[in-house]
């Protein structure tokens, strides 16, 4: 068994919404181990982003953990980043050393002021007190280990000089230069063609071999979590509701929330098949439904399912939250 990097245990966070406290995240609960990809995966709004931020200590002011643990696993120790500051000295020293990003949207997150030589350059600068002639030595490395070429050119240039693909490369260069334990990877190829897409997956797989690292990739497309993932984590609402080795959840997808997302997949091999949908909307989260989340959108529901479902092991490594399979 590989050593654990992140364990994120019954994971609660609140925010204040007119003039109330929201729960968003309602006892998440998944771990990534060195030199894997765990896939989390659901639509938009489900809080996957918000599980990420709250690893790094980055929720806005409006929201807090209120509940649960997330541990970070170092050697032979352990810490609880859910109790740090998100301000203290501990954690300034883990995000971005021990846990690094890749936000999505990279020409919103590359400084329009900046090169991108010193953008990928300052983690070093920071962190690890490099003379500067040492540490772009060390970045143009890095530029050339993620495919930019002509790095000692591209070096000297600014985020709007190169192309979207390119950018990326930038942000997973800047996210990998302290060679982090875990990489957090929000919806990395979401606003890439399917050609530069395929390529930043290939780079991703081909980097985490190297380093080791273990991957929390988030995602609202199947199609790329099946490439990359070794285990895969199926969000709704603010839950877990299906979590499993890879395999398992595309051969033998047990939540009818699964289900309902990979028939919304268009079939290769059927060319004309009408697509399915899931009907109905995600509730509001002030007014979430008592039992299972997805109880008002699910064609299969009981009388039961107005109650929490608990977790069931359907596989040797599969886990559901639903009642079909009480």
Request: proline share 7%; hydrophobic share 35%.
């Amino acid at each position: 068994m590989k050593k654990v990097v992140l364990e994120v245990k019954n994971l609660r966070v609140e925010f204040y919404q007119r003039e109330r406290q929201v729960e968003v995240l309602r006892g998440v609960d998944f771990t990534i181990r060195e030199g894997e990809t765990l896939g989390l995966v659901g639509e938009s709004g489900c809080g996957k982003t918000v599980t990420a931020l709250s690893i790094l200590g980055l929720l806005p002011p409006a929201g807090r953990i209120s509940g649960g643990e997330i541990l970070l696993y170092q050697d032979k120790e352990k810490i609880d980043l859910a109790k740090l500051s998100p301000t203290s000295h501990t954690f300034q020293e883990i995000r971005g050393k021990e846990i690094s990003m890749i936000f999505q949207e990279p020409a919103s997150h590359l400084n329009p002021t900046y090169t991108i030589g010193y953008q990928v350059m300052e983690p070093l600068l920071y962190h690890q007190r490099l003379k500067k002639k040492i540490a772009q030595e060390l970045t143009i490395e890095m530029l050339k280990k993620v495919g930019i070429p002509h790095p000692e050119i591209r070096f000297h240039e600014y985020p709007h000089q190169l192309s979207g693909g390119m950018q990326q490369r930038v942000m997973i260069g800047m996210a990998l230069i302290l060679k982090p334990s875990l990489l957090i990877a929000d919806e990395p190829t979401t606003a890439l063609d399917v050609t530069i897409q395929a390529q930043i997956l290939r780079l991703l797989s081909r980097l985490q071999k190297e380093m080791g690292m273990a991957i929390l990739f988030i995602t609202h497309d199947l199609g790329v979590v099946k490439e990359i993932a070794h285990e895969i984590a199926v969000m709704y609402l603010g839950e877990i509701v299906e979590r499993g080795k890879k395999e398992e959840i595309f051969s033998h997808p047990y939540h009818p929330y699964l289900e309902g997302l990979l028939d919304c997949l268009p079939p290769l091999e059927k060319e004309g098949k009408e697509l399915k949908g899931i009907p109905g909307t995600l509730p509001d989260l002030l007014h979430i439904p008592p039992g299972c989340p997805f109880f008002n959108r699910c064609e299969k529901r009981k009388d039961k399912c107005k109650e929490r479902p608990p977790w069931r092991k359907v596989g040797k490594y599969h886990w559901v939250r639903c009642w079909l399979y009480e």
